[in-house]
């Protein structure tokens, strides 16, 4: 089921997400729920904040870009990404690991805004599969970018938290309206 995507202004999306603490047929359904929206909005990434829900759970898969590399490492070896994917990380833990890179990002909860993003190149992940299984990987590229801008998420970070000061500004004429149709919106409900 494609389930409706919160937009910034929305206040679960500054909500620090709980532990999930077991795999129960909801968080199976609403594992599979977050692929199905995400696929339907074409992106690379979802945290269940922005499907309404406080919870430490992401979904990822970067196949779908083919113009913007990723790495990963299983056990010191490099590996296939594909391998991979589609990508579950529930409670995940993130360690940088790289130099900051810049790079361009988007955000589902944030339509049509864009912005170059400054993050480790690279980061180390621990977290558990949708099978609740410990995994751990060190990752790269646009992996590496995903994973910390989902985590965010999880943690009730925004991309708009990242950027620096005068993308910021420029953009916040945009980011104050789509803060004020979402309020708006939720007041109708
Ligand atoms: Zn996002």
């Known amino acids: 089921m494609v389930l409706p ?3 910034y202004g929305h206040p679960v999306l500054r909500k620090k997400g709980e532990r999930i603490e077991a795999i129960t047929p909801e968080i199976k359904k609403l594992i599979a729920d977050m692929f199905e ?3 339907a909005s074409h992106g690379v990434g979802l945290a269940a904040q922005q499907v309404g829900i406080a919870k430490q759970l992401t979904v990822i898969d970067v196949r779908a870009v083919t113009d913007r590399p990723s ?3 299983l056990d010191g070896k490099p590996a296939e990404v594909d391998s991979l994917m589609p990508l579950v990380l529930i409670n995940p833990e993130i360690i940088p690991v790289g130099e900051p890179v810049a790079g361009p990002e988007g ?5 049509e805004i864009f912005a170059d993003i400054s993050r480790p190149g690279a980061v180390d992940v621990q977290a558990l599969d949708a099978k609740g299984r410990p995994i751990a990987f060190r990752c790269g590229g646009l992996l590496a970018r995903a994973v910390q801008h989902e985590t965010d998420h999880l943690n009730g970070v925004l991309f708009i938290d990242r950027m620096d000061k005068k993308t910021k500004a420029e953009l916040q004429p945009e980011l104050d309206d789509l803060q004020a149709a979402t309020k708006k919106g939720l007041q109708k409900k």
């Open 5 to 7: 995507i919160v937009k």
């Open 37 to 39: 929206t995400m696929e």
């Open 71 to 73: 790495t990963l490492e």
């Open 107 to 111: 955000c589902l909860s944030f339509p």
